[in-house]
């Protein structure tokens, strides 16, 4: 198993930037394919974000392309999700989730999930 804890979410103006970090612990960090979610109230959970055990190949959803960049530090047992040019749209709570299976954007293929933080784009 592997304990996941987001942090970094906050409060920020449309067109600013936060850093998300999700710090694992557990088992062999670099075991595992890595995603970032998010849910906004009243709507589904989305994919926003993966990336393979190597690295490489990172992936995202296209409302993100361009603005967000996923990347992980498997020394530090950590993955990072740096959101720059924040819109009100992306005001959502932002999970990190782990997956023993190759990158996926499908929510019930992670195993593993942190417990959120939120995320907050004023206009």
């Known amino acids: 198993q592997v304990q996941l804890v987001e942090s970094g979410g906050g409060l920020v103006q449309a067109g600013g930037s936060l850093r998300l970090s999700c710090a694992a612990s557990?088992?062999?960090?670099?075991?595992?394919?890595m995603g970032w979610f998010r849910q906004a109230p009243g709507k589904e959970r989305e994919f926003v974000a993966t990336?393979?055990?190597?690295?490489?190949?990172?992936y995202y959803t296209d409302s993100v392309k361009g603005r967000f960049t996923i990347s992980r530090d498997n020394a530090k047992n950590t993955v990072y999700l740096q959101m720059n040019s924040l819109k009100p749209e992306d005001t959502a709570v932002y999970y990190c989730?782990?997956?023993?299976?190759?990158?996926?954007?499908?929510?019930?293929?992670?195993?593993?999930w942190g417990q959120g933080t939120q995320v907050t784009v004023s206009s």
């Open positions: 990336i393979s055990w190597s690295g490489g190949r990172p």
């Open positions: 557990g088992r062999t960090f670099s075991s595992y394919t």
């Open positions: 989730a782990a997956t023993i299976q190759t990158l996926t954007i499908r929510d019930y293929e992670y195993n593993y």
